[in-house]
């Protein structure tokens, strides 16, 4: 377990609003990512952060943006929620030591 | 390219069975993963491995390197193991994910 935890883990939202979810890690770990988790697409990286303030896009980045501004938060926004981004948001951190993968609660998100 | 394939993708057994979830890929790896995850719930890593074989209790996962291959075994399943299994290559530090394996163990 690497003490991470997402918030808020549940939110509904209206389209056009900003949103912000946050995830915390108490170990320091480099390496954290933001997945979001579709049915039949699995899980796909939106944006990852390999240190403060060094951050990359995934797959599917568009319509999100993400900041790092201390080791233990990760922040993903979307600036304008729509529809589509109705989904559930998996924060996810690679072990700096072993490589090995954990992730967060998960953080239910809901535009309507 | 991401290429992660898993078979079967749903996959119904009664209790007591041994099962195999098969995983394969098609670029060089650092490493293995399966993860779990509980309909509703979160995602838990079940095995890393970069080769030959690790046993957890019930579970055991092998890797192939060469023919790009990994399984997940599990002995004696019971209703509890159902849950879908994801298999993750990991490269560098980068991952790409399979789209899951939903499991059903029928009391």
């Known amino acids: 377990d690497a003490g991470i935890t997402q918030s808020p883990r549940h939110k509904v939202t209206e389209t056009g609003t900003p949103v912000t979810l946050r995830c915390h890690q108490t170990?320091?770990?480099?390496?954290m990512y933001w997945y979001r988790q579709d049915p039949g697409h699995g899980l796909r990286l939106i944006h990852y952060?390999?240190?403060?303030?060094?951050?990359d896009k995934g797959e599917v980045s568009d319509g999100y943006s993400v900041s790092r501004s201390k080791t233990e938060d990760f922040l993903l926004t979307l600036e304008s929620a729509t529809s589509s981004q109705t989904s559930v948001y998996f924060c996810?951190?690679?072990?700096?030591?072993?490589?090995?993968?954990?992730f967060g609660e998960g953080s239910r998100l809901t535009v309507l | 390219k991401n290429e992660v394939e898993q078979s079967p993708q749903n996959l119904t057994a009664q209790e007591g069975e041994f099962i195999t979830i098969n995983c394969s890929y098609s670029?060089?790896?650092?490493?293995l993963h399966w993860l779990q995850q509980h309909p509703g719930g979160g995602i838990v890593s079940l095995f890393m491995?970069?080769?030959g074989k690790k046993k957890h209790g019930r579970l055991i996962a092998t890797i192939n390197i060469q023919e790009k291959h990994s399984s997940l075994h599990i002995t004696a399943s019971h209703p509890r193991d159902s849950a879908v299994y994801i298999c993750?290559?990991?490269?560098?530090?980068?991952?790409?994910f399979g789209t899951g394996t939903s499991l059903t163990v029928i009391p």
């Open positions: 996810a951190i690679s072990e700096d030591n072993t490589g090995e993968l954990f």
């Open positions: 952060s390999y240190g403060v303030k060094d951050t």
């Open positions: 170990e320091n770990h480099r390496y």
């Open positions: 491995l970069s080769s």
């Open positions: 993750v290559r990991n490269t560098g530090n980068q991952f790409y």
């Open positions: 670029v060089g790896i650092s490493a």
